[in-house]
């Protein structure tokens, strides 16, 4: 198994910027991607970010390209998402996601608010 916490949403004005982290635990040696995901609500979950582990190739919602950036620390098996110029619209539970041969699903954390105040 593996075990995804996510931290660091809040409320933030719009034009503001934060970093979300996303620590996993387990069976950590199995992850082969990590990645973001998000949910507003009324909303079906959308894709965010995502990142190789091995290689560190990135791709990105056209909705965040050019303001999100995701990367990684692969010895403290962390992900993070760099959020600058946040949009009320980008308002929502953001989730940590991780894929494994493990789990076909993938793994997914408990979610962190984030709110964006116009």
């Known amino acids: 198994q593996v075990q995804l916490v996510e931290s660091g949403g809040g409320l933030v004005q719009a034009g503001g910027s934060l970093r979300l982290s996303c620590a996993a635990s387990?069976?950590?040696?199995?992850?082969?991607?990590m990645g973001w995901f998000r949910q507003a609500p009324g909303k079906e979950r959308e894709f965010v970010a995502a990142i190789s582990w091995s290689g560190g190739s990135t791709n990105y919602a056209d909705s965040v390209k050019g303001r999100f950036t995701i990367s990684r620390d692969s010895p403290k098996n962390t992900v993070y998402l760099q959020m600058n110029s946040l949009k009320p619209e980008d308002t929502a539970v953001y989730y940590c996601?991780?894929?494994?041969?493990?789990?076909?699903?993938?793994?997914w954390g408990q979610g962190t608010q984030v709110t964006v105040s116009s």
């Open positions: 996601n991780a894929q494994s041969p493990f789990n076909e699903y993938g793994y």
């Open positions: 387990g069976r950590t040696f199995s992850i082969y991607r």
